[in-house]
């Protein structure tokens, strides 16, 4: 896994206004230039939060991709993504 290459894209949806409108209006095109496996690609391209945890993105990381692309916090985003996460199990997490 290109594990930098993930939480770079993640990082970037969360921090940058224009880069989230970009991956909102065509996910494919903003991660087509990363260095990123088929897998994670798609994982990423389909917003599923479940598997790029599984893969090792980091979750602080991840929880705020999917917050900003959800529009801000609400309980109804809260109980979505703690429900995709149920029963995960999650390795090492370090950077």
């Given at each position: ?10 990082w970037?949806?969360?921090?940058d ?6 991956y ?8 087509a ?14 917003r599923d939060?479940?598997r790029?945890?599984a893969?090792?993105?980091h ?16 309980m109804?985003?809260?109980?979505d993504?703690?429900?995709?996460l149920?029963g995960?199990?999650v390795g090492?997490i370090?950077?």
């Amino acid at each position: 896994m290109s594990r930098y290459e993930v939480d770079k894209a993640l990082w970037d949806v969360y921090r940058d206004a224009s880069a989230a409108k970009q991956y909102r209006r065509d996910p494919v095109g903003f991660l087509a230039p990363r260095d990123l496996s088929d897998e994670e690609r798609e994982a990423l391209a389909a917003r599923d939060v479940r598997r790029l945890v599984a893969l090792g993105s980091h979750p602080f990381l991840t929880y705020n991709f999917a917050l900003r692309l959800a529009g801000g916090f609400s309980m109804p985003f809260v109980q979505d993504y703690v429900g995709q996460l149920q029963g995960l199990v999650v390795g090492d997490i370090t950077t």
